[in-house]
């Protein structure tokens, strides 16, 4: 069985702060891919990145990067030089490769409100 | 349309009643997924779609719930003698192909709100 674990429920900032979402996951596959989804108020899930688990760079995408620790089973999101428009609820998530699709199993999210 | 899009965005039905949620994919797109996302909660998985088969429903909850793709694109999710528990958002994703050839990019709508009185 899979499980995202995402302990911050929220977490509230101010604009140009950097802040880090933590995301730990338990897994029994030896393979597998996780993934953060962005939530806007408007509903719909927005894909943020894929990582497989015999990958461990970091990656750096414009203010967003990732840290992902097999050692730990963790795969943290850090947004640096917070704005406005970061504010959603940011969600982990993880999948076995050996279904061929994409079963997600998703952490409950954490709720990120960045103010002026 | 450009995303995947989903009616009704909201539902207001009674305990006991049938619904049926609709999603339509982005063209092109053979992988269909439904998702059921609870309040302060992420979503889970209900149901994937290959093509017009359902190639896992091993997420629906029970027999009440049932979803079909009849020619491989709109998606219609039915739910049968409705409970307060099946009060949650129904969210509609698909992909070019189900495996991982791409991105691993799922496209998601924008959901459905059901809410059962």
């Known amino acids: 069985a899979q499980k995202v674990t995402q302990a911050q429920t929220e977490i509230s900032v101010v604009e140009k702060e950097d802040v880090t979402l933590d995301c730990v996951y338990e897994?029994?596959?030896?393979?597998?891919?996780l993934f953060w989804y962005k939530q806007p108020p408007s509903g719909e899930l927005v894909f943020l990145i894929r990582?497989?688990?015999?990958?461990?760079q970091n990656e750096i995408s414009g203010r967003y990067s990732w840290n992902f620790q097999k050692s730990t089973s963790s795969f943290n999101f850090t947004i640096t030089a917070s704005q406005v428009v970061d504010s959603a609820v940011y969600f982990c998530?993880?999948?076995?490769?050996?279904?061929?699709?994409?079963?997600?199993?998703f952490g409950t999210g954490t709720r990120l409100l960045v103010s002026p | 349309g450009a995303g995947v899009s989903q009616t009704p965005s909201n539902k207001v039905t009674e305990k006991g009643k049938y619904v049926e949620l609709r999603c339509d994919p982005i063209?092109?797109?053979?992988?269909l997924y439904w998702y059921r996302q609870s309040l302060g909660q992420g979503p889970e998985f209900l149901i994937y779609?290959?093509?017009?088969?359902?190639?896992?429903d091993s997420g629906l909850p029970n027999d009440r719930f049932f979803a079909v793709r009849p020619e491989g694109s709109v998606s219609t999710l039915k739910i049968q003698r409705t409970e307060r528990g099946d009060s949650a958002v129904y969210l509609c994703?698909?992909?070019?192909?189900?495996?991982?050839?791409?991105?691993?990019?799922?496209?998601f709508g924008e959901g459905s709100r059901l809410t059962v009185l």
């Open positions: 994703a698909s992909s070019l192909n189900g495996g991982y050839a791409n991105t691993g990019e799922l496209f």
């Open positions: 897994t029994r596959d030896t393979t597998y891919y």
């Open positions: 990582r497989n688990s015999f990958d461990e």
């Open positions: 998530a993880l999948t076995p490769m050996n279904t061929g699709f994409q079963k997600l199993v």
């Open positions: 063209s092109g797109h053979t992988a």
């Open positions: 779609f290959q093509g017009t088969g359902a190639a896992d």
